[in-house]
């Protein structure tokens, strides 16, 4: 059977969600933010409504 999954920040969030959820979902940590607003340029756009612009952390990379 299909588990949902649930990911959070820091592993100990992970275990107190995982108590309320109960078995059938998987909570996992990612141990930190994966993406976050660019640190090198303004993180909205100011021409569309003011979306964020997220950047995936370089350690948090799958390739």
Request: glycine fraction near 4%; charged fraction near 30%.
């Amino acid at each position: 059977m299909a588990k949902n999954l649930v990911i959070v920040e820091s592993p100990a969030k992970a275990k107190t969600i995982e108590k309320f959820l109960g078995s059938d979902y998987q909570v996992e940590s990612s141990y930190g933010h994966i993406a976050d607003l660019p640190s090198k340029e303004i993180g909205v756009d100011v021409e569309h409504d003011f979306k964020p612009k997220y950047e995936v952390s370089a350690d948090k990379k799958l390739w």
